[in-house]
């Protein structure tokens, strides 16, 4: 049975132990005529609650273990030459038994990868049935003991309550680690790219060519590789800049005039308009950037005797600046509609016009929220790839013309990773030192807007 049949199953069990532990407690209820100490809901609940969660965390741990356990136990089948290689070998070798037991065929294989993947198969057939058995007798058993516990003394909301802040806590915890872990596999990787390549080099260098594999690996042949971030963050930045010139003003004007102004006729009507923008595909915005907005920069530059390139960071910038808008009208939107109406109406007794309140009150207030909408741009607009890479090209030009071919951060690790890469190399491990040093500049962004939200909060709480 597939997990997911299992856990449909399971959530019926569930579903079906919520109606059972209602109607007992309503039914005790009416036949001792008692108050309850919590509501009929709470109880069904917790009996649902008992009868789902612990079954679908052990299909979830089970799911994860039987495939760790089965890759150790498939090492028996591996020959000695095959034990004697490298990782990243019998990675590859793993990989062409798995190709057996999906039922992928690449012609005659070797009668140690077909046994090892017929094994495979009779291990995972008993792993399922197991998996199946287990995980519903505990829900089961979990929901029938959980129910002879339901009477009108049991404190079933505490109970409840309980278990619901215990799930919150964990699924904290779970995005904790996750963003601890991908700090550390960041961190890692780029330490052994600056066993490579001198940090200074990397931090410093006015150059980026990695296509050359000379520098990373002693004793081999080819050119010099040059690894200096520069180019990329300084194309981050100019896309970046020309992207928030265009999306700052055009959305902070529009959530101040929706917020303000505008009627509620024309805001249901605008305000859907303008947030339809948020959903459009980025792949959309590239090929409207490299097929209208690029040229059209181009023929305007060039009538006005400017040196402009097919490739340009003005045009990336101005789409993804048109990208971003919604981000910026919405919540800048949001947060001016949560000043209180105190505020301008204050204003407005002490004389102020319509824009004085706006401009003097208004937007002070909501200044917070504006910046953290501002910097969630920023980010939005750091992090775009599609764009770049359609628009703006994959040239490592160390240029601040925005009317010159640049690339950005994203785009080159996307270049970097993409296909077949061997990860003992510098090119391949260059990529996550420029994650690194992307994490470490967006952490500073949210910190700058972690200081102007914490000072002018304090002054309008």
Known sequence: MSISSLALIVLIIGAA??????????GQR???NVKLHSLPHYYGAWTGLVATIPALLLLVILSVVDGIVFKQMVRDFYPPEILALGKMDQEIAFAKVMNVVQGISFGQ???WIQAAGDAWIRWQSTSDQLVTVVVLAVSVLGGFFSYRQINPEFRSRNSVERIILWTLILSST?????????????????IRFFKLIPPQDFLFGLEWNPQFEGAARAGSGGGTATYGMLPMFVGTFLISTVALVVAVPVGLFSAIYLAEYATPRVRGIVKPLLEILAGVPTVVYGFFAALTVAPFVKGVGESLGLEVASESALAAGLVMGVMIIPFISSLSDDVINAVPQALRDAAYGLGSTKSETVRQVVLPAALPGIVAAIILAVSRAVGETMIVVMAAGLAANLSFNPLDAVTTVTSQIVTILVGDQEFESAKTLSAFALSLMLIIITLGLNFFALQ????????YD
């Open 30 to 32: 009416a036949s001792a």
């Open 174 to 190: 779970v995005a904790i680690i996750t963003t601890i872990g991908i700090v550390l596999s960041v961190l890692f990787e780029s």
């Open 452 to 459: 102007i939200v914490k000072k002018y909060r304090e002054q």
């Open 109 to 111: 294989v070797d009668p």
């Open 17 to 26: 132990y919520f109606y059972l532990g209602q109607r007992s407690i309503i």
